[in-house]
């Protein structure tokens, strides 16, 4: 995911030398060495150096010996080898990857000498911002013998991984902090960069990030660090990282041996042990020969309450990607979730609604079959029979899966609600606030928000609605801001990683903000609510350009620290999705309904929210 911040080429004086011999890479396949300096003395400690970057980047290097601690036979195919007499240094790791590109002929156990150069892998490409990881390419390999015993594995543990997650970049690297020397006493990134290549161990741990569909899942070794109530870790600010966190895989192949399915709160249970690998999407990895136990730990899916006869229930719900050739299995599942799970709210805001033919590119902008289908499943289900308003977005102008044409949808319970219907609302006009009989209206109702500001280039525009709800005006904004792609990642070379992708959604977060201000000027005691998929954190910058000016408030934060999450990514529960509400909205009641995020079996990837209140 490439970065917008010039910082992304501002590299270290150390890497800077490894670009100009071509030697540090973001593909499978490594470039030739720049220089071949054989040395016979070699040993993998002196590979590996006590930075991120090989001292020895670019050389040749002849007769390194080790113990082969773990083969790779798919993706990035090679084999992991190991210094059994290390040195007195901790900062330096005595294991590392040597990249075969095809199925490598040694076996764990193997003791091997190895010639070949050193070169520096970029898991996702330089663009990324992501660590290196330091590996032999274009290998000679000897087996020297067999049926070695593996080198003890290091055992990760609570206490072993410092609190602390990361220094700060160099500044005279661009915020690099690749040639800083480890300090693996002192920083979680620095310890784990220390161990890598190495084998090592976790013991049983809870599982914070539940088994997705790349067969890989998440652990912590600190149990009690920013733990959620139903077994997760949360992620509450960009300077309280969470350091226990570590992603499992395994070497062995799917067909020899299933990967484990875990929810969040279960335990792997045992030993897990194998080689610590760096890759695009995890970081630090364990890619493990033995795995442990998962212990099922009964997570099962929330149930919010019903709302009162006096109350107005609202909920928004990103139902990820939904068109009609999905499966009548996931209509169904949705559809039960919506009258189970959220109590069939009064008026529910859907994301990631798709045309009538969803990814197909054909110019399709219409969704009422996409949503038809799906207001009948809610009706099967025993749920009330929804109405519905949405505009249809200008064709491939809304960002999305290609084709997709994505877009919001109100759902209203018209035997509990109504809603206020002002003609005239289309892709690209733009709604307006007026007084009528002392009290702020829409001029276009169902309207979108200054669908034509550069905000909302490639991405989906506010779809706003009027509702009356016992004789009350509600307003309710439906968002699904710009996505975190092209931001660095929080294991970046780059400390603190830039987040290019903030400054779209800042910019539509101070539109939303704008709007809301206008409603408030016209009736200072409108009921207003933002929903929808924000993209963002309750703590972020997007949130705080939302709540400018006090007009709204992040009503997750009404919660307790460890329910606020509405997804779960890398192991950290954090919040994507949000109701804000204006100050008129008093004594409400809010729920984060936990019914997707922790699960391996998923519906969606978002948990739904809803807030109920009195108008």
Avoid: C
């Avoid at 890479?25 to 300096?37: E, F, M, R």
């Avoid at 030993?271 to 364990?286: C, I, R, S």
């Avoid at 007084?435 to 525009?461: F, M, V």
């Amino acid at each position: 995911m490439p970065a917008a911040s010039s910082r992304t080429t501002a590299v270290s004086a150390v890497v800077t030398a490894a670009l100009a011999a071509g030697l540090l890479t973001g593909a499978a396949t490594t470039s030739a060495s720049a220089s071949t300096t054989a040395d016979a003395q070699v040993r993998i400690h002196d590979i590996q150096g006590s930075t991120r970057i090989s001292p020895l980047a670019g050389q040749q290097v002849d007769g390194v010996t080790g113990i082969v601690t773990g083969v790779r036979t798919y993706g990035s195919k090679g084999f992991w080898f190991q210094d059994p007499q290390a040195d007195a240094d901790p900062a330096t790791s005595e294991g590392v990857f040597v990249y075969t590109g095809s199925a490598p002929t040694v076996a764990v156990g193997d003791a091997v000498t190895v010639s070949g150069t050193v070169t520096e892998y970029v898991p996702g490409g330089l663009d990324s911002g992501n660590q290196a990881l330091t590996q032999i390419s274009k290998p000679t390999v000897t087996v020297v013998s067999s049926g070695n015993a593996v080198p003890a594995p290091v055992r990760i543990t609570s206490r072993s991984v410092p609190s602390r997650y990361t220094p700060e970049g160099d500044p005279a690297a661009g915020g690099s902090i690749n040639a800083l020397p480890l300090r693996p006493s002192r920083y979680a990134l620095d310890y784990y960069e220390s161990l890598e290549g190495m084998n090592v161990e976790v013991g049983t741990s809870r599982v914070v990030g539940a088994t997705d569909t790349h067969a890989e899942l998440w652990v912590t070794v600190k149990p009690h660090e920013n733990d959620a109530r139903r077994g997760g870790t949360v992620y509450g600010s960009y300077t309280s990282q969470n350091t226990g966190r570590l992603q499992i895989q395994s070497l062995v192949p799917l067909a020899q041996q299933p990967f484990p399915k875990a929810n969040v709160g279960d335990v792997l249970s045992g030993a897990t042990e194998g080689p610590l690998d760096f890759t695009q999407y995890g970081g630090y990895t364990l890619t493990a020969r033995t795995m442990g136990t998962v212990v099922d730990e009964g997570l099962r899916r929330e149930t919010t309450r019903k709302q009162r006869d006096g109350e107005l229930a609202v909920a928004t719900y990103n139902v990820e990607n939904l068109d009609p050739s999905d499966p009548q299995e996931k209509f169904d599942a949705l559809a039960a979730a919506v009258v189970e799970n959220l109590a069939s709210p009064d008026i529910l805001a859907l994301e990631e609604i798709q045309d009538n033919n969803g990814s197909k590119n054909d110019g399709t902008v219409a969704a009422d079959l996409t949503v038809g289908k799906f207001i009948d499943a809610i009706r099967a289900a025993g749920g009330p029979a929804y109405d519905w308003r949405s505009i249809d977005p200008q064709d491939k102008k809304d960002g999305g899966e290609p084709g997709g044409n994505i877009r919001q949808v109100f759902l209203f319970n018209p035997e509990r609600v109504s809603f206020t219907d002002r003609t005239g609302g289309d892709a690209t006009s733009a709604t307006e606030v007026v007084r009528e009989r002392g009290r702020a209206a829409l001029t276009l109702s169902p309207g979108r928000i200054d669908p034509t500001n550069p905000a909302w280039e490639n991405s989906r525009k506010p779809l706003v609605g009027e509702f009356a709800f016992r004789g009350r005006p509600v307003f309710v904004v439906a968002n699904h801001f710009a996505s975190k792609g092209g931001d660095e990642s929080i294991f970046s070379q780059h400390q603190p990683p830039s987040r290019s992708s903030e400054v779209q959604r800042h910019a539509q977060a101070e539109t939303v903000n704008t709007f809301v201000k206008k409603l408030l000027s016209v009736q200072k005691n409108a009921d207003v609510l933002v929903v929808g998929d924000i993209n963002d954190f309750e703590f972020s910058g997007t949130t705080k350009a939302l709540t400018a000016g006090d007009v709204l408030y992040p009503a997750i934060k009404s919660l307790p620290r460890s329910e606020r999450y509405s997804y779960v990514y890398q192991g950290n529960s954090q919040v994507l999705d949000q109701i804000l509400t204006s100050p008129s909205i008093r004594g409400f009641h809010y729920d984060s309904v936990h019914i997707n995020a922790e699960f391996a079996d998923q519906n969606s990837d978002h948990d739904p929210q809803v807030v109920r209140f009195r108008p």
